[in-house]
Structure formats: C-alpha cells, structure tokens
C-alpha cells in the first residue's frame, strides 16, 4: 500500500495591522521573531508599534533576541485586545527553513496548550523584503491542520510604489 501526503486545509488568516489588532479578541497571540531581522517587521512590528515599543526595548535589553527555541510571555497592558502575547524565537530569517518553521511552530502549540491558550492564534513571521517567509509559515501551520490552529494573522500586502 502506497502512503500518502496528509491533507492540508488552508489556515484562515486575517490582516494582522493595526485595524485588525485594535478588532482581536482572542485571549492570546503566539508571535514570531527572527533574531536577524530588526526593526522587526510586518506583525510583530504592528504589534511592537500598539505596545509602545515593548518589544523592542526587550530586544534592546537582550532578555529576548529571537534565537532558536527562545520562548518569552509577556503582558500586553490593556494595549490589545489580547491579555497577553507569547514570543517564539526562530532564529536567523534568512535561514529558516520549513522544517525550522514546522519545529517552532510544535513547539508554540506545546507551549500555548500548557499555559491553557484556546483557541490558538499565531501570528506569521515577516524577513527581509522579497523573503516568503510568511507564505513558507502559512503552510506549515496549514500542514498541521485547523483543528490546532484557529487563525493566523499576516502582514498587509505591501502596497504598489507611488512612482513607477
């Protein structure tokens, strides 16, 4: 008998910008840090830019920095719809492979499934511009089906230049 592939069902994904956090009212958001791409970008910057910077100073500070199986809970203050948000380090953008994404992505639904997080909502990670890294995630958490993951938010598509 010949194995076959698993099926993959496309995650729902919504626009993960400032509109679209200000409407989230999921109780968390599992986010994605490369530790080679500053500022951080698409997500994680919109959500950085809503909590004044938090993200950021903690990135200054070297109490988190992105690397591999790096995991770190934070508040989010009232400033998001959701108490709070976790940070999964990914390591180096430009290296993160789907078998990277598919290991970080296990290992955040090990963590949020601890810490008693449903339903799961993850956020795609974002590299340096011309990366797919956020289409690379969409089908690793797609590979691991809907029944795990409720949402996934992506960055905006960026917008055509103002001059040709």
């Given at each position: 008998?010949?194995?076959?592939?698993p099926?993959?069902?496309?995650?729902?994904?919504?626009?993960?910008?400032?509109?679209g956090?200000?409407?989230?009212?999921?109780?968390?958001l599992?986010l994605?840090?490369?530790?080679?791409v500053?500022?951080?970008?698409?997500?994680?910057?919109f959500v950085?830019?809503r909590?004044?910077g938090?993200l950021s100073r903690t990135l200054?500070?070297?109490t988190?920095?992105?690397r591999?199986k790096?995991?770190l809970?934070?508040?989010?203050?009232?400033?998001?719809?959701?108490?709070?948000?976790?940070?999964?380090?990914i390591g180096p953008?430009k290296?993160?492979n789907?078998?990277?994404?598919?290991?970080?992505?296990l290992?955040?639904?090990?963590?949020?499934q601890?810490?008693g997080?449903?339903?799961?909502?993850?956020?795609?990670?974002?590299?340096?511009?011309?990366?797919?890294?956020?289409?690379?995630?969409?089908?690793?958490?797609?590979?691991l089906?809907?029944?795990?993951?409720?949402?996934?938010?992506?960055?905006?598509?960026?917008?055509?230049?103002l001059?040709?």
């Amino acid at each position: 008998m010949k194995a076959t592939a698993p099926k993959t069902s496309r995650i729902d994904t919504r626009v993960g910008d400032l509109a679209g956090l200000d409407g989230f009212e999921h109780e968390a958001l599992g986010l994605f840090v490369p530790s080679d791409v500053r500022p951080l970008r698409g997500v994680a910057g919109f959500v950085d830019w809503r909590c004044d910077g938090a993200l950021s100073r903690t990135l200054l500070s070297k109490t988190f920095v992105g690397r591999e199986k790096e995991v770190l809970l934070a508040p989010t203050r009232g400033r998001l719809g959701p108490r709070r948000f976790f940070l999964f380090g990914i390591g180096p953008a430009k290296s993160c492979n789907v078998e990277r994404l598919r290991a970080a992505c296990l290992n955040a639904l090990f963590v949020l499934q601890n810490a008693g997080v449903a339903p799961v909502v993850l956020a795609a990670p974002s590299g340096p511009d011309g990366d797919n890294l956020e289409e690379r995630f969409i089908g690793v958490t797609s590979s691991l089906g809907r029944d795990k993951i409720e949402l996934v938010l992506v960055p905006p598509a960026p917008s055509a230049p103002l001059h040709p």
